[in-house]
């Protein structure tokens, strides 16, 4: 069964509740409104990653902008994002030496923090080029989309360069009434709309000069991470990938629950099986191959001990993790470490 063309994975959604929760909405009410699952963690803010149709994503952000009176909720939610809100892949990118890095590494692991945004980056002349947004469907998103995606691209890789600012700006939507808030957000006038992705240029002078946050042994730590965690992500857009996603997703609270998974993919828990049983699969044994993935890339992580990584994989006790490991590689977790280190 392939994945939705429409569909998009995005930590905007759980980021709009949170805001509007913290501005008094009622966020329950929204979900049921929106037709949204009801255990969607949005209080875990931009650190929880949820698959939705793109129509209920853009009709949920819309609302809520509406209801909050807020023309520019794009860049409000945008403000609010906590430094480290996009993980690994944002501090590898924080860490790089130079701002040229910093954005090379933007192309390279976006999928892990925008999987459905294409990004690009060129230097043309005396500019260095920035886009991102949904190809061959610029107006797809919301223009609050577009705003909140160009704040968090733009000024953070800015902010990383002493002296660095944005020569011009563009944007897919239409130009709004009023665009004297993005001209004092941006700091420039050259702006113009109904373009095929949203981006930004600055001045590539400053690509090779080193970045505030720049940090060698700290960006070849987080580039071995970051690269296992992208090769974990969806290769494909078909119904297994996507229970992987959800699958790796639900471990942080736990153990798995079939029903609560086949909800975020719009199915049932008993169409899902049967649907995996089509393809000869099952959900045990697709949940099975996830743990067993990331059970030897967290066991090659000298930092956790074996008791945590029982933990991150979703099991109540370490007898429990013992017991599967030794039947997926004949070995027991320790043993297999220890061959690997040794």
């Known amino acids: 069964m392939a994945r939705s063309s429409l569909d998009m994975t995005s930590r905007l959604a759980p980021m709009v509740l949170l805001h509007a929760n ?17 255990d969607l963690d949005w209080r875990a803010g931009g650190k929880a990653e949820v698959t939705l149709p793109l129509h209920k994503l853009t009709a949920l952000v819309d609302d809520v902008a509406t209801r909050l009176n807020a023309p520019h909720f794009g860049l409000d939610v945008a403000r609010s994002v906590q430094l480290g809100a996009y993980g690994v892949a944002e501090f590898l990118i924080r860490s790089a030496t130079t701002a040229r890095g910093a954005c090379e590494n933007l192309l390279r692991f976006s999928a892990l923090m925008a999987p459905d945004q294409a990004f690009r980056f060129e230097v043309s002349g005396a500019e260095a080029v920035v886009e991102h947004g949904l190809p061959g469907n610029p107006t ?12 968090l691209t733009a ?8 002296g660095s600012k944005l020569s011009r700006l563009w944007f897919a939507h239409q130009r709004p009434a009023d665009v004297s808030v993005l001209v004092d957000e941006f700091g420039t006038d050259q702006l113009s709309f109904d373009r095929p992705l949203n981006g ?17 042994a700290l ?34 609270q736990g153990e798995p629950n079939i029903e609560r998974i086949a909800t975020r993919l719009a199915l049932s828990g008993r169409t899902l099986q049967r649907r995996l049983s089509d393809l000869g699969t099952s959900f045990q ?9 990331l059970a030897r890339a967290y066991l090659r992580d000298a ?15 370490l007898r429990a993790f013992d017991r599967a490991f030794k039947r997926w590689a004949n070995v027991t977790p320790r043993d297999w470490r220890e061959q690997k280190t040794s």
């Open 285 to 293: 044994a697709v949940l099975d191959d996830v743990r067993f993935d």
């Open 219 to 252: 960006f070849s730590f987080l580039e071995e991470h970051a690269l296992a965690a992208l090769a974990s992500r969806p290769k494909s857009d078909d119904l297994v990938e996507r229970l992987r996603q959800g699958i790796r997703e639900a471990l942080k």
């Open 303 to 317: 930092r956790l001990d074996i008791t945590q990584v029982a933990y991150l994989l979703g099991y109540s006790e």
């Open 140 to 151: 797809g998103m919301s223009r609050h989309h577009h705003e909140y995606t160009t704040y």
């Open 22 to 38: 913290a501005r008094g909405l009622d966020v329950a009410a929204l979900l049921t409104q929106h037709e949204l699952p009801a």
């Open 155 to 162: 000024k953070r890789l800015l902010s990383m360069v002493e």
């Open 200 to 216: 930004f240029a600055f001045d590539a002078q400053y690509l090779d000069l080193p970045v505030k946050t720049g940090d060698a």
